[in-house]
């Protein structure tokens, strides 16, 4: 067997870049050459956050076999790509011209070629490509697999008038695919929450293009355990659980993912705070807040008076916010910290973390619940409220936010649940529980031979 050289897609968003990244190291412990490759625009961010931060001033620096490369989106580089149905439509018009030439001007170098292409399911056209080329290819979906079994199922939602042609919604009612699985809300699938009415059949039409490629697909491959989903993959024999990919991999040796500069100083705040006393709270990388209901949030840690750890990114509040009340960053200095972005999974990882207030993106999800932290969720579109459903009514190991008659968390809410939820022991003992699950997933359950049998597939069709 030559060299193995593989080609790793994501979907330019901080969510995806990340566990494909964490994919990528486990194919270069393995013995793969890796090609990463981002769009220009996302290759650049990376590059200024890690640069700003002195952690790796070179995309290819190190010993590693992980080399960063990146292609045009196809959107002119000041273009704002939070517009996802522009970012979609121009992804789909050139980057496979733009993909098929990369892989080409690997292929021409002397003793390389790219032996195999992983591509994020939203990426599916890369497989088009992969397949064009004869090259071995397999599909990477970065969050639940309760939530991919949606876009594996559009037809049958089309026929079933659930939605039109063109991903309209027609009909409203919770949907359940086998009796098991958890229940959907239509009115939360991915297309129809940004934009408009013409945004939201873009973004569908990009999405039911990508779906197509998955087309004979051998390997569809999923940041997930079965533990936690055991009866969609029951289900689904089709999609295989391989994470949680992070578990294990030393984040000394990573390449740069992140969209915004780590502040670190936290980590040594955390080492002076108690056992078991830090609430974290973050929103992701999507979230935005309205003004109102960033006021009840800062109320609110004003008023519970513990330790806290909040990652407000710079981007946090929407254009009309006024940001924090007057003072309050002085009055809150003596037990809470503010950074615009911090290292994640170290902070969840640590000792004094008690709760994570989250927006209960798939990513975090994962890191919490892998590191036995009970969760407040505060979903704010598309699968973070399946996510939600999850970790409150299956697993158990959080609570939702109760809104009120003006659609927001009051300072109120906010306050006693986290209270409640500090005090409740059982909700702890579950979720350490589903963490030594999360473990032994990767370590020597289901997770690991599906990720080692990946692994060896795609070794064998090069
Ligand atoms: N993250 C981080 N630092 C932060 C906040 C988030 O490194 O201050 C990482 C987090 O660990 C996760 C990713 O960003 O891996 C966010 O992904 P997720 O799926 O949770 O949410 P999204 O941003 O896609 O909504």
Same mark, same amino acid.
């Given at each position: 067997?030559?060299?193995?050289?593989?080609?790793?897609?994501?979907?330019?968003?901080?969510?995806?870049?990340?566990?494909?990244?964490?994919?990528?190291?486990?194919?270069?412990?393995?013995?793969?050459?890796?090609?990463?490759?981002?769009?220009?625009?996302?290759?650049?961010?990376?590059?200024?956050?890690?640069?700003?931060?002195?952690?790796?001033?070179?995309?290819?620096?190190?010993?590693?076999?992980?080399?960063?490369?990146?292609?045009?989106?196809?959107?002119?580089?000041?273009?704002?790509?939070?517009?996802?149905?522009?970012?979609?439509?121009?992804?789909?018009?050139?980057?496979?011209?733009?993909?098929?030439?990369?892989?080409?001007?690997?292929?021409?170098?002397?003793?390389?070629?790219?032996?195999?292409?992983?591509?994020?399911?939203?990426?599916?056209?890369?497989?088009?490509?992969?397949?064009?080329?004869?090259?071995?290819?397999?599909?990477?979906?970065?969050?639940?697999?309760?939530?991919?079994?949606?876009?594996?199922?559009?037809?049958?939602?089309?026929?079933?008038?659930?939605?039109?042609?063109?991903?309209?919604?027609?009909?409203?009612?919770?949907?359940?695919?086998?009796?098991?699985?958890?229940?959907?809300?239509?009115?939360?699938?991915?297309?129809?929450?940004?934009?408009?009415?013409?945004?939201?059949?873009?973004?569908?039409?990009?999405?039911?293009?990508?779906?197509?490629?998955?087309?004979?697909?051998?390997?569809?491959?999923?940041?997930?355990?079965?533990?936690?989903?055991?009866?969609?993959?029951?289900?689904?024999?089709?999609?295989?659980?391989?994470?949680?990919?992070?578990?294990?991999?030393?984040?000394?040796?990573?390449?740069?993912?992140?969209?915004?500069?780590?502040?670190?100083?936290?980590?040594?705040?955390?080492?002076?705070?108690?056992?078991?006393?830090?609430?974290?709270?973050?929103?992701?990388?999507?979230?935005?807040?309205?003004?109102?209901?960033?006021?009840?949030?800062?109320?609110?840690?004003?008023?519970?008076?513990?330790?806290?750890?909040?990652?407000?990114?710079?981007?946090?509040?929407?254009?009309?916010?006024?940001?924090?009340?007057?003072?309050?960053?002085?009055?809150?200095?003596?037990?809470?910290?503010?950074?615009?972005?911090?290292?994640?999974?170290?902070?969840?990882?640590?000792?004094?973390?008690?709760?994570?207030?989250?927006?209960?993106?798939?990513?975090?999800?994962?890191?919490?619940?892998?590191?036995?932290?009970?969760?407040?969720?505060?979903?704010?579109?598309?699968?973070?409220?399946?996510?939600?459903?999850?970790?409150?009514?299956?697993?158990?190991?959080?609570?939702?936010?109760?809104?009120? @008659?003006?659609?927001?968390?009051? %300072? +109120? #809410?906010?306050? =006693?649940? &986290?209270?409640?939820?500090?005090?409740? *022991?059982?909700?702890? @003992?579950?979720?350490?529980?589903? %963490? +030594? #699950?999360?473990? =032994?997933? &990767?370590?020597?359950?289901?997770?690991? *031979?599906?990720?080692?049998?990946?692994?060896?597939?795609? %070794?064998?069709?090069?």
């Amino acid at each position: 067997m030559g060299v193995q050289h593989a080609l790793m897609l994501p979907y330019p968003a901080q969510g995806h870049i990340i566990p494909m990244m964490e994919l990528s190291r486990r194919m270069e412990e393995h013995g793969f050459i890796v090609t990463f490759v981002n769009t220009d625009f996302t290759q650049k961010r990376v590059l200024d956050a890690s640069m700003k931060a002195h952690t790796e001033s070179h995309p290819n620096k190190g010993t590693g076999c992980i080399r960063l490369v990146s292609i045009p989106d196809g959107l002119e580089p000041d273009a704002d790509r939070n517009k996802l149905g522009a970012l979609c439509e121009a992804m789909l018009s050139s980057m496979p011209n733009a993909l098929e030439t990369l892989i080409k001007d690997i292929n021409g170098l002397e003793g390389d070629s790219v032996t195999c292409i992983v591509a994020d399911v939203s990426m599916g056209w890369a497989l088009d490509v992969a397949k064009k080329l004869g090259i071995p290819r397999a599909a990477f979906w970065p969050a639940a697999a309760g939530c991919l079994t949606v876009f594996l199922k559009l037809q049958e939602l089309i026929q079933k008038g659930v939605i039109t042609k063109e991903g309209e919604l027609l009909d409203t009612h919770m949907i359940q695919f086998s009796p098991k699985m958890p229940l959907m809300n239509p009115r939360h699938f991915a297309w129809l929450c940004v934009g408009d009415t013409a945004e939201n059949k873009v973004i569908y039409r990009s999405a039911d293009v990508c779906i197509k490629g998955l087309e004979g697909v051998e390997w569809l491959i999923c940041n997930s355990f079965y533990e936690i989903e055991s009866t969609t993959y029951d289900t689904f024999p089709n999609i295989r659980p391989i994470g949680p990919l992070f578990i294990g991999n030393q984040p000394t040796q990573a390449k740069p993912t992140s969209f915004w500069t780590e502040d670190n100083t936290c980590l040594e705040w955390l080492d002076q705070q108690p056992s078991n006393s830090v609430i974290y709270i973050s929103f992701g990388s999507f979230t935005i807040f309205d003004e109102h209901q960033f006021l009840e949030l800062t109320l609110a840690l004003e008023n519970l008076g513990r330790p806290f750890l909040w990652v407000a990114r710079p981007d946090l509040v929407d254009k009309s916010g006024a940001g924090y009340p007057e003072g309050f960053l002085g009055r809150v200095a003596a037990y809470g910290k503010v950074v615009g972005w911090c290292p994640q999974k170290k902070v969840l990882a640590h000792p004094s973390i008690a709760c994570f207030v989250t927006h209960c993106g798939w990513n975090s999800t994962l890191e919490g619940l892998s590191n036995g932290v009970p969760f407040i969720c505060w979903p704010y579109f598309a699968d973070q409220f399946l996510n939600q459903t999850y970790i409150v009514d299956i697993w158990k190991v959080g609570v939702g936010l109760k809104a009120n @008659e003006d659609g927001v968390f009051s %300072k +109120e #809410e906010i306050k =006693s649940k &986290v209270e409640d939820l500090m005090g409740d *022991e059982g909700m702890r @003992e579950r979720v350490l529980k589903l %963490k +030594e #699950e999360a473990i =032994s997933s &990767v370590t020597e359950g289901s997770s690991m *031979e599906n990720l080692h049998g990946f692994m060896e597939a795609m %070794k064998r069709k090069s």
